[in-house]
Structures are given as structure tokens and as C-alpha cells.
């Protein structure tokens, strides 16, 4: 049974949601979010192009910022997902 769990440590720190997911469901969302990282890739190298201009709003450095945020924790996933999958063949 798959499940997301929102947790905080305290009440002043910052929640961690926690997903489970079967090692099946994992090789099928797998490619999934293989997709959606190559992509977020891509739309931070153009925003790192634009910053690297000099050309940069203060808006679009916001965007940039989010959008690193979201390679950083899909490329987390990711590693999570293989290590796991790796783990299953053994």
C-alpha cells in the first residue's frame, strides 16, 4: 500500500513529507520523473544563461532559485528510486 505522510520534528521546524511507494510503482514512475528532471534541466541552464547576461529580473532570479530547487529534489528522488530498485535485484 502506497502513502504520503506529512511530518514536523517541532513545531517551529520545517515538515518533511514522507511518500511510499512499492518497488512496481517505483519502476513505473521511474521514467516519469527521469522525464521531468531532463526537463527542469533544461529550463534552469536557460535561466542560468539569462542570469550569466546580466539581463536577469528580480522575478525571473526567483524563478531560477525555484526551479534549482525542483532539479535538487527530483534528482533526490531519483537517486532514491534507483538505489531502491537496485536494492530489489540483489
Not at 517541532?10 to 512499492?22: D, I, N, P, Q, R
Not at 529550463?43 to 546580466?54: K, N, T
Request: net charge negative; proline share 1%.
Amino acid at each position: 500500500m502506497s502513502y504520503i505522510n506529512f511530518t514536523k520534528q517541532k513545531v517551529s521546524a520545517a515538515g518533511e513529507c514522507t511518500v511510499c511507494l512499492k518497488s512496481n510503482e517505483c519502476e513505473i514512475i521511474k521514467p516519469v520523473i527521469e522525464k521531468t528532471l531532463l526537463k527542469e534541466r533544461m529550463r534552469l541552464e536557460r535561466w542560468i544563461d539569462i542570469h550569466e547576461s546580466g539581463e536577469m529580473t528580480s522575478r525571473q532570479q526567483t524563478s531560477m532559485v525555484e526551479c534549482g530547487e525542483r532539479v535538487e529534489s527530483l534528482a533526490s528522488i531519483l537517486e532514491s528510486i534507483t538505489e531502491l530498485l537496485k536494492n530489489k535485484q540483489s
